[in-house]
């Protein structure tokens, strides 16, 4: 009962580096998303997916790319590291056909340092 | 401007007591309202939900009131549990935000034994 999975759980990248979190569910869920938190603030969106092939922009969108070509898979890119965007990384998803995405599933966190 | 507030950062409670922690929010557009449980290295667990044509939603030992008029709802635990111990967030959906979860920055609860 694998549900939403993450990876990897830890990553230490160098200013300028690119990189791939990934994330996988296999409840067949519509929608997906990627949140990032940060110390005294509560998640905030960078990029959500209501189906395949169909993205959008969250809150804080800028210096991530994602991608939806399955109904399974939503990777986060980073195409060019900054300290800025040291974090904590959580994927989740939600079953969708509605208007909100209601009771989301999250994945247990991606922990990302830039230095 | 957080649209989700949880003025309180940290709360706690005796075992067995009454646990109430608020969240207040300014878009009056928001009509679905969330609790989230998280504890540490994990990710946050889905709680209890309430749509905006309800005041009150009961689960258990969890039950969520909406006072609309004051935009402000609460999460109730009774009786507080050891295992209750995590950090709690509300969250929001709705007008602009219709596929997007507004999420407050969280209320730390300790259940002292």
């Known amino acids: 009962n694998a549900g939403v999975t993450q990876t990897p759980k830890f990553q230490v990248l160098k200013t300028g580096q690119s990189m791939t979190l990934q994330c996988a569910q296999d409840?067949?869920?519509?929608?997906m998303s990627w949140y990032r938190q940060d110390p005294g603030m509560g998640l905030r969106l960078i990029h959500y997916?209501?189906?395949?092939?169909?993205?959008d922009q969250g809150e804080v969108p800028n210096g991530y790319n994602v991608s939806r070509s399955t109904t399974e898979d939503f990777p986060l890119r980073l195409l060019s590291a900054a300290p800025s965007q040291t974090s904590v990384y959580f994927c989740a998803s939600s079953p969708g056909g509605g208007r909100a995405p209601g009771e989301l599933f999250f994945g247990e966190g991606s922990r990302l340092t830039v230095l | 401007d957080q649209q989700v507030k949880q003025n309180s950062p940290s709360l706690s409670v005796q075992e067995g007591r009454i646990s109430i922690l608020n969240c207040d929010y300014t878009n009056s557009m928001f009509d679905y309202f969330l609790w989230y449980k998280k504890y540490p290295a994990e990710g946050p667990t889905f709680l209890i939900s309430?749509?905006?044509i309800k005041d009150k939603n009961e689960d258990g030992r969890f039950t969520v009131f909406l006072n609309k008029s004051a935009k402000h709802l609460s999460l109730h635990i009774v009786p507080s549990q050891p295992g209750d111990s995590a950090v709690y967030f509300c969250?929001?959906?709705?007008?602009?935000?219709?596929?997007?979860?507004?999420w407050g920055a969280g209320t730390k609860l300790i259940i002292k034994p």
């Open positions: 997916s209501v189906g395949a092939g169909i993205t």
């Open positions: 309430i749509s905006s």
């Open positions: 969250a929001a959906s709705g007008g602009d935000s219709n596929y997007q979860l507004i």
């Open positions: 409840m067949n869920h519509e929608y």
